[in-house]
Every structure is written in structure tokens, then in C-alpha cells.
């Protein structure tokens, strides 16, 4: 069963399942099941067919926690781009794992501490396949 509302683009595919395999094979990485699971189930489609609303790698968002009603700024980035304070969250964690692939308006959930935490994606202020950074 796919999640059709689950969007990747073919190029972030194929860095995601490279991604995944190092993962295994290094022993790195507690979540690497899930996100293989995510790039399986997910739609994959070219760079330039990727909806502008869509969360793709290197995208910046903003999200409103529910519960707390902050708006949280944050890149979704490869885990070798992740520094210790910042504002980017690893594709190959939990956060980034449910962000990857959906849309404004979709609402995300993820474990934060102890308790799960709802958030609404608010705007995909940068999407590099939007801007024609095909590169990134």
C-alpha cells in the first residue's frame, strides 16, 4: 500500500537510498527503518513535477506546534549537514522523517521528549526544486 500523500522526487530517492544503505551498513542511525519504509511507500516523481507545497531535502518550513502554538522554523537537511544547536532537523530522524514528502497544511507528528507532538506545516518558505536549485 502507498501513502499517496507522500511526495519525493527522484533525485532525493536516490540520495535517500544511499543514504539508508550506509546507514545499515555502518550500524548507524536507530531510525533507519522507518525512513526506508518512508522512501518506499512514497510517489516518486521528477524534480520539476514536485508541487511547490511539497517538503523536499533542503527545504526550509514552518511548522506551528499545536499544543504550545509556537512557530518553529526549520531546514530539513542530510544528517551530515546537522549541527549540535541550529535550526535544521535530519532527514534520517523522526522529525525529519515525517516531514519528508508532505505538504503545506498536513499535520506531522513525532515523539519530543517523552510525549508525541502535533504540528502543522505552515509554508515551504524554500524548496530547492521550486527555486531551480536542482543541485541541492
Known amino acids: ?11 532525493d ?15 548507524r542511525g536507530s531510525h533507519v527503518g522507518a525512513l526506508a519504509t518512508r522512501i518506499r511507500r512514497a510517489v ?30 526549520y531546514t530539513l537537511s542530510d544528517p551530515f549537514d546537522i549541527t549540535t544547536f541550529g535550526d535544521r532537523l535530519s532527514v534520517a530522524g ?18 519530543l521528549g517523552p510525549r508525541e507532538r502535533r504540528f502543522r506545516i505552515e509554508q515551504v518558505a524554500y524548496q530547492p526544486e521550486a527555486a531551480g536549485d536542482f543541485h541541492l
Not at 525529519?96 to 507528528?109: E, F, M, T
Open 94 to 111: 523522526p522529525a525529519g522523517i515525517a516531514l519528508l514528502g508532505k505538504r503545506v497544511g498536513q499535520i506531522v507528528r513525532w515523539a
Open 44 to 73: 516518486i516523481v521528477s524534480p520539476q513535477e514536485i508541487p511547490r507545497n511539497v517538503v523536499t531535502l533542503n527545504s526550509r518550513v514552518y511548522l506551528k506546534d499545536l499544543d504550545s502554538r509556537k512557530r518553529l522554523e
Open 1 to 11: 500500500m502507498y501513502e499517496k500523500d507522500i511526495l519525493i522526487t527522484d533525485a
Open 13 to 27: 530517492h536516490r540520495r535517500l537510498r544511499s543514504l539508508v544503505d550506509w546507514m545499515r551498513a555502518s550500524g
